[in-house]
């Protein structure tokens, strides 16, 4: 156990549809990260929380929407599901925003659009 | 901006072997780098990382990595393949001021023959 919880861990939806992923990260760590990992796009950077502020955006698309909450879980939201969303998406925790922690993952949500 | 290459999306070994699974980068400024492994339906794991000292660098599991500036490498290696190696493996750098991002490698995914 990483100590990064991520629920659900399988969620099978329609298109069109919105899904919401939860996370809640590790004791004491105040960075969240999302990435979305698919076989044709490898694993790539949504977005990041620090401390409840939005800190660095990557390829999220606009139907997709993030926040950190005050006791820093954080929800990605994502809405008019396409075909092409199915990946699994994966959360992660850092203590700050130094680079030398590196990240600790959860286990994922594998999202499947039908 | 900063990048990781992978060579090789595949890489098999018999039980015993040396393992190799190499990465390249791209960065305009010192970088930060990670290796992680991926087994089946779980999340990422950190295996090691460099930020600044020795160049070598051990991390779990009997792996190691060295972090070469002239070659902008940073190859992992383990002396001796276990079957329970068999795995993805992710290379990953972060240089982002602004937040604590990395950007991942395509991964290498390593089978280990009996």
């Known amino acids: 156990d990483s100590g990064v919880t991520q629920t659900p861990k399988h969620l099978i939806t329609a298109t069109g549809q919105r899904v919401t992923l939860r996370c809640s990260p590790r004791s004491g760590d105040l960075s969240v990260y999302w990435y979305q990992q698919s076989l044709d796009q490898g694993l790539q950077f949504l977005i990041q929380?620090?401390?409840?502020?939005?800190?660095a955006k990557g390829n999220i698309l606009e139907r997709f929407s993030a926040q950190q909450f005050p006791d820093l879980h954080s929800e990605l939201n994502l809405s008019s599901l396409e075909l092409g969303d199915s990946a699994l998406y994966f959360c992660a925790s850092s203590p700050g925003v130094s680079k030398i922690y590196g990240y600790t993952f959860g286990s994922g949500t594998r999202l499947t659009v039908v | 901006a900063q990048s990781v290459t992978q060579l090789g999306s595949h890489v098999s070994v018999s039980e015993g072997a040396l393992v190799l699974l190499r990465c390249n980068y791209s960065?305009?400024?010192?970088?930060?780098l990670f290796w992680y492994v991926q087994y089946p339906n779980q999340g990422l794991q950190l295996l090691l990382k460099y930020t600044t000292g020795a160049t070598l660098v051990k991390g779990i599991n009997g792996f190691e990595a060295e972090f070469k500036k002239s070659e902008t490498s940073f190859h992992l290696t383990k002396p001796s393949a276990h079957m329970s190696d068999a795995a993805e493996y992710f290379c990953?750098?972060?240089?982002?001021?602004?937040?604590?991002?990395?950007?991942f490698g395509g991964g290498t995914r390593l089978m280990v023959k009996p």
């Open positions: 960065s305009s400024v010192p970088p930060y």
């Open positions: 990953a750098v972060s240089v982002d001021n602004a937040g604590n991002m990395l950007t």
């Open positions: 929380y620090y401390n409840g502020e939005e800190r």
